[in-house]
């Protein structure tokens, strides 16, 4: 099955820039999303499609996808983006399972 | 406006079965492209895709649970099912489901989660 893998932990100063990665084999093959979870909430999605933001979500997150590494950059970084992030894709390869990556929490200092 | 809550017993014992329902609004699981997964999160750990189905009854199961889970829908109540045989204390977690579109993977509305315990 296919592996998705992120760092644990990513620390960022306010105001700096944090770049949280997502690998997998040939994932720039895939379509990638992001989803943001704070503590005790529900994901929320903050960018699809590699690099689509939905309605309401600031243009400080955006996304890239090439080779076997996916990218979530977040720009200007505020205390309030402080969260767990997951990256997501479908691998339609072989059993056609939606797979997770394993989560990176972003530290605001 | 969609919004989707999940539904279930927060305790269940080691070998019972987890039945969970999905109630959502604001949109149909008739239309062409719509789906509805479940995915789970135990205690500090990361998400899991369970299982999906779509609005012409295609579904889908995480490889490694297939064998214990079946999704099914009810079009007319605007729910979806999701039973786990076989509940093992390792099953404690959240459940969520969530709402996706145009036959992808994208997951943008989820429920608030329910927290399920496995314990005796």
């Known amino acids: 099955s296919y592996v998705l893998t992120q760092p644990p932990s990513v620390s960022v100063a306010p105001g700096q820039t944090a770049r949280i990665t997502c690998g997998g084999n040939?994932?720039?093959?895939?379509?990638v999303h992001w989803y943001q979870q704070k503590p005790g909430q529900a994901p929320v999605l903050v960018v699809y499609?590699?690099?689509d933001r939905p309605s309401g979500i600031p243009e400080r997150f955006s996304g890239s996808n090439s080779g076997n590494t996916a990218t979530l950059t977040i720009s200007r970084v505020e205390a309030g983006d402080e969260a767990d992030y997951y990256c997501?894709?479908?691998?339609?390869?072989?059993?056609?399972?939606?797979?997770f990556g394993g989560g990176t929490k972003l530290t605001v200092l | 406006q969609i919004t989707l809550k999940e539904s279930g017993p927060t305790l269940v014992k080691p070998t019972q079965t987890l039945t969970l329902t999905c109630t959502f609004s604001?949109?149909?699981?008739?239309?062409?492209?719509?789906?509805v997964g479940w995915i789970r999160q135990p205690p500090g750990k990361a998400l899991e895709w369970l299982a999906l189905?779509?609005?012409?009854?295609?579904?889908r199961y995480s490889p490694s649970l297939k064998s214990r889970l079946t999704i099914t829908k009810d079009t007319s109540k605007n729910q979806v099912v999701l039973t786990m045989t076989n509940m093992d204390p390792v099953d404690t977690a959240t459940y969520y489901c969530?709402?996706?579109?145009?036959?992808?993977?994208?997951?943008?509305?989820w429920g608030q989660g329910t927290l399920v315990t496995v314990s005796s």
């Open positions: 997501q894709v479908w691998d339609s390869s072989s059993d056609h399972s939606w797979v």
């Open positions: 040939n994932i720039g093959s895939k379509s």
């Open positions: 499609d590699d690099s």
């Open positions: 604001g949109f149909s699981l008739s239309t062409s492209g719509v789906g």
């Open positions: 189905i779509y609005w012409n009854d295609d579904k």
């Open positions: 969530a709402h996706t579109f145009d036959s992808s993977s994208i997951l943008d509305y």
